[in-house]
C-alpha cells in the first residue's frame, strides 16, 4: 500500500490548511490512520490519529486541528486551524494496525506517505 499526502504549504500564523492523505488502493480498511511531523534536525512526532472507533490529538494541537475520514474510507484529511509557527514541520501520514500503546508512535505503522511541506510564518 502506498500513501499520497497533499495539501501543504504557506500560510501566515492563525491561517488555516487542510491535508489530505490518500492510499493507493482505494481504501485504508479497518487501519488506523495518523498524522506525524518532523522538523528539521527533531524526531518525528504525534500528531493526531483516527481508528475506526475514535480520534487521538496531541496536546499541542488539541483544538486546533481535526483528523477525519471521509466515508467510503478512501482518504484521511487533517484540518489544521490557528496555526502557529512551530506548527512548521513536513507532515507525514502513516497507516497500520498499532496497538494502543504504540498508536503514537511512529514504529506502530507500516505505511508511509512521502511527507509534504508546511511553513507558518510569523
Known amino acids: 500500500v502506498q500513501l499520497q499526502a497533499s495539501g501543504g504549504g504557506l500560510v501566515q500564523a492563525g491561517g488555516s490548511l487542510r491535508l489530505s492523505c490518500a492510499a493507493s488502493d482505494g481504501s485504508f480498511g479497518r487501519s488506523t490512520v495518523a498524522w506525524f511531523r518532523q522538523a528539521p534536525g527533531e524526531e518525528r512526532e504525534f500528531v493526531g490519529a483516527i481508528s475506526t472507533s475514535r480520534t487521538y490529538y496531541d496536546d499541542s494541537v488539541e483544538g486546533r486541528f481535526t483528523i477525519s475520514r471521509d466515508n467510503a474510507k478512501t482518504t484521511v484529511n487533517l484540518q489544521m486551524n490557528n496555526l502557529k509557527p512551530e506548527d512548521t514541520a513536513v507532515y507525514y501520514c502513516?497507516?497500520?494496525?498499532?496497538?494502543?500503546?504504540?498508536?503514537?508512535?511512529?514504529?506502530?505503522?507500516?505505511?508511509w506517505g512521502q511527507g509534504t511541506q508546511v511553513t507558518v510564518s510569523s
Open positions: 502513516g497507516a497500520g494496525r498499532p496497538i494502543l500503546s504504540e498508536i503514537r508512535r511512529p514504529r506502530g505503522y507500516t505505511y
